[in-house]
């Protein structure tokens, strides 16, 4: 008798599929690119990061010298000594230094952390 009736749940279950698939597709594009943009590298998080883990004995913002430990090189200075590269930094980030502890930044961390020493290059 009611065909209408039968059609019309399927036909908007099978809609709500479709909107369901295309959501979710959707949804693990942009995690996928939030993914990709931060193993980049975000200045930012860097610049954050670093205020919490290295500015008590690194001078970290482009404005501030000398760094309030003598012995620790400002952020600028790091940046702009020959060699520094991401792999450079990548390396002495790696490595404990000043008794300071470096693995307990994540990947992800010192990648942001590395971008932003990186923006304090002078061209
Ligand atoms: C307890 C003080 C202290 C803290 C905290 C600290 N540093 Fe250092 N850092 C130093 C000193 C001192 C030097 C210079 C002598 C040396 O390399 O050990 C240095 C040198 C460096 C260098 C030059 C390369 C090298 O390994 O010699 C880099 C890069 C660096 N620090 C990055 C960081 C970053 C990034 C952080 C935060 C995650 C940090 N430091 C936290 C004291 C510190």
């Not at 939030?34 to 954050?48: D, F, H, K, M």
Request: aromatic letters at 4%.
């Amino acid at each position: 008798m009611s065909s209408v009736i039968d059609i019309h749940p399927h036909h908007a279950a099978m809609k709500l599929v479709n909107v369901l698939v295309t959501a979710t597709i959707l949804v693990f594009a942009q995690a996928n690119s939030r993914v990709w943009a931060q193993e980049a590298g975000n200045a930012t998080e860097g610049l954050a990061t670093a205020e919490a883990f290295c500015s008590q004995c690194h001078a970290v913002r482009k404005s501030e010298s000398p760094s309030p430990n003598s012995q620790s090189p400002t952020f600028v200075a790091i940046a702009n000594s020959p060699g520094v590269t991401a792999a450079a930094l990548q390396a002495a980030l790696a490595t404990p230094h000043a008794g300071m502890p470096m693995f307990i930044l994540t990947s992800q961390q010192r990648a942001n952390i590395i971008i932003y020493i990186l923006g304090l290059k002078q061209q």
